[in-house]
């Protein structure tokens, strides 16, 4: 991998997301050596990947690049690959471009789509965890407007424009209203010769509520707000299969959709290597003490959605959302620092600052530790928040920009089929 | 192809770039009706594509929908198409998605890079006409670095590193000097392990001078402006072969480069179906009329890059460039409308405007008719021209921000492999 040996320790960290970064960032000061190895060069901002799928905002203003992050500091180098395994025995990991030891390992590798094991289900179906599958799906949708001008059978058309969300969680909550306001503001203007009262979007949700994590506030509110903005939602219905053309649950409802989207779970990235008894299965975490060390290996630690710490008041876990993810990494850093100066660490304790949702135009619902409020302000804190927490002072001027736009012209002008899915034109 | 019948004639557009646009403008008052079709469903400004590719520029700020700039007419159609052939005889154009007959026939196609027959260079030269080519090239030079610094060999890093722009026309000395940038500000920062100053950018001219098309003062100094960037240039010479590996010439200097970008001429896009003596071979160019009408086809014309209208002062037909389309297509609109109410049409005269090119921060050339002038206030000119034509109001303010930022910065922060194109990281 062509890393000069350091004097100091070196730590390895995989993954560039919230925690990885944090984690990068505490120990910026440090005279350690820091690899950080991600398969992006760019930092995602996972929670406004619904806006460009949605074609609210180009892909560039919630990405920053990795490398630009650590242009200053002298002993950090950054390395584009994918890590294949990890040799706990040698302190090596082993990846796409080559082998690499560490003296402490962070495995912030974050969580990908969780299907459950169905593989069915999992080639037909959307995912919306990367800015490569965002940019998918917002020209699926597209595409499928084109193609829905091209049929004369009814039935094909409804089903161009039946758009079907799995889970009703933050992401299919909020993707479910942005499609909304695209069927309300832009698509009976862009298709004027479509009926685009026939579209149809779906929430489909397991449990019989929205918003599982929030409080029962915010979730019946959410299920007003998309109720109003013409969202369909479809409580205790599990889907069971999709061949592409028809979803089929475990209820007598059955839905007949080109575009399904899965935000109905997600798990673990997990890396191989590690020996099995760390691994929870469901969600495939990496249990960790509260150091943050995976269980039996002092040097290797797992941060944010791939790290599974288990307490009394998270028995399953802490969530997998940004908030855990940033406090993990910063807290991480200080004990590894603590550690290499045979100080002692501390134990992590998670603050929970709360949660929030977007529906759409001035509707949000926001659960504080000890205030609960929903609507226009909620929607204003929702913005705010997001802005500040995204990374890059140019990312937060041209997401406002075009927020702001949006807002005043009702528009959404990132509808653009650049990296065409289905390739209608070439049928 | 499922579009009304309307009783009024119809006129088809194929192609929404500058000169289609400005067509269809034209025609938007009519109560004709319009049917364009391209093979994207976004108009692409083109004179800020080497923006895109060397990270300066989202892509979607310089893409607008095309849906969307015809929103409030009531008898305008759109169609995501590729046209396979015409049929003058019948009046029907065959598309990707169906036929469509019309009463008057736009061919606005542009122009695709001219490979003048050499397929082996085509296969391993990148170029530089659309978006997602742009973000191939993006991709490239970044994948380029990042393979740069995993290899032991000096000479497979010196070519990783070694940019070869082929064409030293307007594209070819703008990507120059935006890669020069890249070298001077970014890469040393990004990359403190390489030794950037490794890194080489050469134009290969055929002819003795840059910018052909501009006045002698402007292609000196732009070569001035070059050569204090660190570009080398190289006059005189012709590129023969290039397999991917080694760039051989007709002199006796070959380059070792990873990376090849062709910039060194167009040709017009041609679709099938139109008699031979109308298509100049050289160039690839449909002949038309002073009205642009393409011969023998009287209710066919051909307006922009694709179209050949020979005059006294341009026996070789106009330049290739966004001015001469945007006023043929203006004309064009006017005359289908005169001719559909028997009134006379008028014949096309070309108002060159001038033309400018701009090398980097602070450095321009600018041809007026009746003044020439390089540097600072030329820069100016440029970019104040540029966010004027650019489609679209956000458009104009997020590039407006961009080069703000950048010029303040020294910063191109879409730096972002959003769209692998080695995929470095899979190797």
């Known amino acids: 991998m062509n890393i000069p040996q350091s004097s100091f320790p070196r730590v390895v960290i995989i993954g560039g997301g919230f925690a990885g970064l944090a984690a990068a960032k505490g120990l910026e000061k440090s005279e350690l050596q820091v690899v950080l190895i991600d398969k992006h060069n760019y930092h995602t901002f996972q929670p406004l990947?619904?806006?460009?799928?949605?074609?609210?905002?180009?892909?560039?203003?919630?990405?920053?690049?990795?490398?630009?992050?650590?242009?200053?500091?002298?002993?950090?180098?950054?390395?584009?690959?994918?890590?294949?395994?990890?040799?706990?025995?040698?302190?090596?990991?082993?990846?796409?471009?080559?082998?690499v030891d560490y003296d402490e390992l962070i495995i912030a590798t974050g969580?990908?789509?969780?299907?459950?094991?169905?593989?069915?289900?999992?080639?037909?179906?959307?995912?919306?965890?990367?800015?490569?599958?965002?940019?998918?799906?917002?020209?699926?949708?597209?595409?499928?407007?084109?193609?829905?001008?091209?049929?004369?059978?009814?039935?094909?058309?409804?089903?161009?424009?039946?758009?079907?969300?799995?889970?009703?969680?933050?992401?299919?909550?909020?993707?479910?209203?942005?499609?909304?306001?695209?069927?309300?503001?832009?698509?009976?203007?862009?298709?004027?010769?479509?009926?685009?009262?026939?579209?149809?979007?779906?929430?489909?949700?397991?449990?019989?509520?929205l918003l599982k994590g929030m409080s029962a506030e915010a979730s019946e509110k959410a299920e007003d707000f998309l109720i109003s903005l013409g969202v369909n939602i479809w409580k205790n219905l599990r889907v069971l299969e999709y061949d592409g053309k028809i979803v089929k649950t475990n209820g007598t409802d059955h839905f007949r959709a080109e575009t399904v989207i899965w935000a109905a779970g997600v798990q673990g990235e997990l890396i191989e290597g590690l020996d099995t008894n760390c691994i929870v299965e469901r969600g495939s975490r990496i249990k960790v003490n509260?150091?943050?060390?995976?269980?039996?290996?002092?040097?290797?630690?797992?941060?944010?959605?791939?790290?599974?710490?288990?307490s009394d008041k998270n028995p399953n876990g802490l969530p997998m959302m940004a908030q855990p993810a940033l406090q993990q990494g910063?807290?991480?850093?200080?004990?590894?620092?603590?550690?290499?100066?045979?100080?002692?660490?501390?134990?992590?304790?998670?603050?929970?600052?709360?949660?929030?949702?977007?529906?759409?135009?001035?509707?949000?619902?926001?659960?504080?530790?000890?205030?609960?409020?929903?609507?226009?302000?909620?929607?204003?804190?929702?913005?705010?928040?997001?802005?500040?927490?995204?990374?890059?002072?140019?990312?937060?001027?041209?997401?406002?920009?075009n927020w702001l736009y949006n807002y005043i012209r009702f528009d959404r002008e990132n509808r653009l089929i650049i990296r065409p899915f289905k390739r209608v034109l070439k049928k």
């Open 290 to 310: 509260e150091y943050n060390q995976v269980l039996n290996y002092e040097n290797i630690y797992a941060i944010g959605d791939v790290a599974f710490l288990a």
């Open 330 to 401: 910063k807290m991480v850093a200080k004990n590894i620092l603590a550690k290499l100066s045979n100080k002692p660490q501390k134990p992590f304790v998670y603050k929970d600052k709360g949660s929030m949702a977007t529906i759409g135009r001035n509707k949000a619902v926001v659960d504080l530790p000890h205030w609960k409020f929903q609507g226009v302000f909620a929607w204003f804190v929702w913005m705010f928040v997001h802005l500040l927490s995204l990374v890059g002072f140019r990312n937060k001027i041209i997401v406002f920009f």
């Open 111 to 209: 969580s990908t789509t969780n299907f459950f094991g169905n593989s069915q289900i999992q080639k037909h179906v959307m995912e919306m965890k990367s800015i490569p599958q965002s940019l998918n799906i917002r020209s699926l949708i597209l595409e499928n407007f084109e193609e829905a001008l091209l049929t004369s059978s009814i039935q094909e058309r409804n089903a161009l424009m039946n758009f079907v969300i799995v889970g009703g969680g933050p992401t299919g909550v909020e993707l479910a209203g942005a499609l909304a306001e695209m069927k309300k503001g832009i698509l009976p203007k862009d298709y004027p010769d479509l009926d685009i009262r026939q579209m149809q979007i779906n929430i489909i949700q397991s449990s019989d509520c």
């Open 49 to 99: 990947l619904y806006q460009v799928a949605t074609g609210g905002l180009e892909p560039d203003s919630i990405a920053f690049p990795l490398r630009k992050l650590f242009n200053d500091l002298d002993n950090f180098y950054f390395r584009l690959a994918e890590v294949v395994k990890i040799n706990p025995d040698e302190k090596v990991i082993k990846t796409t471009i080559g082998d």
